[in-house]
């Protein structure tokens, strides 16, 4: 933990650098500074990165054997969209994010709104991960206590109920519009499906948060194309999703999902967006890392067995 | 005697809680409407106009509230309980967010915008949520007493407004109580339960019912959830009680009493006055009311018959 937290403390150095750098270059207004200084520290942040996303990849490898394990034990929950989702949780969690899971009401806090409130079984391993609550009490995960099949804020580091789909957007612009209002910089992330995109109350936030321009919104879409019934362009096709927030006054960001360094950049990049909200559009595959699970819709709730388990755990340590 | 519409109390409401900085007002791009533009004109860095959409506007206040504001988030009582549902139960009610849904134009009594706009649903709606309580003030006293006693209270509130104007029944000095009916006028009789406008018809059904001998006594139950269980057995020893609301007869404020009535076994003759599982259509409040069965005559009549029954 120590380590993980001299490295956070260097890389926030090195965004401040990357940061000068860039300001250095608008001020140019020039492609690069040939600054042997600047240069010899890009190259040096160059390694240093690659070393923090190799720590992120085998953060991302160890949540999906955990929630895999938890929902097995709890022989239900939801999978595939929690596989789909792994890497940019593991993005905002153990890298982007402005947190102290010690204090969950600290008010100058990052907040983040898993808006397809059905995924907790990756929420949950992370939040027990990053110490929102002991380990042991994943025992209890869709038991009696806090560890409902959705979440709830009875259980520190969730901002609100989620789990009927389409209302995490709107919850999370009424924070980003009270940040605003108090003063303060924090910023309102909210994960979002794209079959959850079929519910119209989306759209309601989504011109909402684009006419009060709510620059510390930023909404990203696991884009896995994968809903309980079907493919999703078979239910009701929510694609081109970039374009249609960006139609709807959004500045749109469109990566692969399972890319550690795209999501860290795209995160940064949503950062510095002023006035007008960010949409993050990461392309995912439903029940990544597991063969028999990728982008089938029967696995988006169903608990694996223990042979499955045993298969699927075999797949992601090999 | 002066006339005001309970939203006008909404309105006067919100310019004497507006000097707390934690209050903030949402509002459905209905403004003028349900009056919270009074609001708008003197703090507008604390209003926000959702434009028409409730869920949002719903979804949005509770955010708000989970960073320690106080919303109140306004519109038609139609839209705002009819289409927010599900965002009342997982974002409000669930996740304990302290909002204040404030519902205008309840009722048949909106007249000729027709029943698309008279909310007769709402308060059954309203009263199955999870921990909300519902409150539907008699006058625009009361209306901005309610407002201002919300702003203490935590937790999800809906208070239902009307839009004519009504008689103004009590002074300033009139503290509303959460769970606390009040009666208005006494008598051995009968009594007559009502809530918001349907409190005007009864005051009038009790003066129709004086001159042909009957004593019937007003209670003005305008905290209906919590109900004041102990009013209504009070209101009992007459041997007759009258739900008067301007709601469905199903799901109101005659099914509260009616369930008072059985948890305490209550030996009274029982009727509920309102809309009888219908539609209404568009007209005058007078005509409709007429119409309807729901006017101080109907009242009366009902209060007639019960009493016969005895």
Partial sequence: MKSTNSVSQFSLFLIFVRRRENEVCQQKNSKKPKTIYLADLNVFSGIFITTKVEKLKAKAKEIRIELLKLIHKAKSGHPGGSLSATEIMVALFYHHMKYDAKKPDWPDRDRFILSKGHCTPVLYTVFADVGYFPKEELKTFRRLGRLTGHPNPKLPGVEIATGSLGQGLSAGHGMALAGKLDGKDYRVYVLLGDGELNEGSVWEAVMSAAQFKSDNLIAIVDNNRVAQDSITSKLKEVEPVDKKFEAFGWHAIRINGHDIPAIIDALEDAAEVKGKPTVIVADTIKGKGVSFMEGQNKWHGKAPNDEQLKQALEELNG | ?310
């Fill in chain 2, 1 to 310: 005697m002066a006339k005001a519409a309970t939203r006008d109390g909404y309105g006067n409401g919100l310019l004497k809680i507006g000097g707390n900085k934690d209050v903030v007002v949402l509002d459905a791009g209905v403004s003028d409407s349900t009056r919270s533009e009074k609001f708008k004109e003197k703090y507008p860095e604390r209003f926000f106009n959702m434009g028409i959409s409730e869920m949002d506007m719903v979804g949005t206040a509770a955010g708000f509230a989970k960073c320690g504001k106080i919303p109140f988030a306004s519109s038609f009582a139609s839209f705002l309980m009819g289409r927010t549902q599900d965002h009342q139960l997982v974002s409000v009610a669930y996740s304990e967010s302290n909002v204040k849904l404030i519902a205008s134009h309840a009722g048949v009594a909106i007249g000729e915008d027709g029943p698309t706009a008279q909310a007769v649903n709402d308060v059954g709606m309203a009263r199955a949520m999870p921990t909300m309580i519902v409150i539907e003030p008699a006058d625009a006293v009361e209306a901005e007493k309610v407002v201002e006693f919300l702003v203490g209270h935590k937790g999800p509130a809906y208070v239902r407004l009307g839009r004519p104007e009504v008689e103004t029944i009590y002074d300033d000095s009139y503290k509303f109580k959460l769970g606390k009916a009040s009666l208005l006028k006494g008598g051995g009789d009968a009594a007559i339960i009502a809530s918001g406008i349907m409190v005007q018809e009864s005051l009038k059904a009790a003066e129709l019912l004086k001159n042909e001998g009957i004593e019937a006594a007003v209670v003005n139950m305008s905290s209906i959830k919590p109900i004041d269980e102990k009013a209504i057995v009070d209101a009992a020893k007459t041997g007759v009680l009258i739900a008067a609301q301007d709601h469905n007869i199903y799901g109101g404020l005659g099914d509260a009493v009616a369930a008072v009535i059985a948890k305490k076994t209550l030996d009274v003759k029982f009727d509920v006055v309102g809309i009888k599982d219908g539609f209404a259509e568009s007209d005058s409040q007078e005509v409709l009311f007429k119409k309807y069965g729901m006017d101080s005559e109907a009242i009366a009549n009902a209060v007639k018959k019960a009493v016969s029954q005895k």
